[in-house]
């Protein structure tokens, strides 16, 4: 495309934890420190394990932003009661959101509890609209993720960007808006037309790659540059879109997580330049 | 669903020879007629091994129809010499099924050879328009099979039930149609009204499962009843649209194909009626 312009600096990469599972948040953040890495993206099991307070006060003393906190969702339960208490958790990630001043909280939405994926759908549309109040009371926008239709089965009913944006268009874009991840939606023969429809409703871009072949599509996730996706078409389409918001690197990936942070780190800045 | 009717025999059963990939042609044949399973898939690898001749004349003399041979496509290619080769070998596929009196030759359109998936679906319409006459004059019916969008790196650049019909509605139906297999499509929130639209176009009708946790998407597919497709919902869907063509069984599964043939078969027949 002759229209797509390079990044030249990584002033909009946010590193996002599930690149380094096996490090702790503070070696993150002191990484990301170190490398002069601007944002980060928390995942909620290393803020436990750290503890918010901490964690916020480190964030901070390092001057790094918090792009967002992964994740909420999972809406779906085959009981009332259940989904009652998935709610509460969702309204606990967005205190915790708010905490470490994250602009956003992703929301993995859920998947279908019994054969029954339309079910699943109205549950999270439900879910979405219970804890929305408290988002926007909190300062924190919510994050409809659609995930790749490999993780319809467990993680996410929500699989198209279509489906995000209808959903998300039944709340305040302000409040509620949809994150596009190039391994989610690469593959859709409505991704840019959908992106374009998004527009202001962008409320987060996560890069990696899509690896050929694939067989693991939970850990099988590549670095930029080593998989198929169109990277720069994608940035281009989101950016004509309007979002000029962090690109967060998110790469669940065994072979990277065996790798140092420090030398992950470097290689995310540098293909984040190539080929972002 | 109110509207759902159980399948109470196994009439409509087309054994997918991709089901019992350890075994020949020869025996998947003779177990069918033993068991007295109606139809069979047919895979060219498997026509291969035993010539085409041959295997028209076991499936004759044993009274078992052939739903499909799998398969075509394959377009997309990086030069026209190599997309050329490629349609070169779909006019002998179509000979083959020809050869063996299928009513439909599968069509797994390819992926994206450089990062332009955009550039992928032209070469498959292109391929599709070079081969279809062919087809016409064989009688046999193309089947356009959308797969899911785990394979849009390696396999099909066609993901969706409604590209696939898009695509599909550019030529005559009885030249050119859409299979639905559950696999591909369970997920997709648009999946019922497109089976609506596609109407007459639905070329023909696969069954399995999808499991959960979902990990190896090529390998990885379940028996009937072993996962969270909603089986009946769909074939009822595929039925409200007019069809009543074979419903095939195809599971890409090392487990299942480690177990003897005949217990397969036996399997295959009980889950058939118990889910599908």
Redesign the interface.
Known sequence: MSDVVPLTDVRRLSFNQATAEKSSLREVIESCARHEVPSISIWRHKLAELGVAEAAKLVRDAGIAVSSVCRGGMFPAPTQAARIDRIDDNLRAIDEAAAVGAEVLVLVCG??SD???TAA?AQVAEGIAAIAPHAAASGVRLGIEPL???????RS?I??L??ARLLSERFDSANVGVVVDVYHV????ERDAEIALLGHRIAGYHVND?????????LGRGMMGD????LRAIRTAVEKAGYRGPIEVEIFNEAIWARPLDEVMELTKQRFVEHV
């Open positions: 998947p279908s054969r029954d994926i759908r790749h239709p490999a993780f319809a089965g467990d009913c699989t198209t279509r489906e690469w593959w859709d023969p899509w690896l050929v072949p694939a067989r693991d599509v939970l998989g198929v996706i169109e």
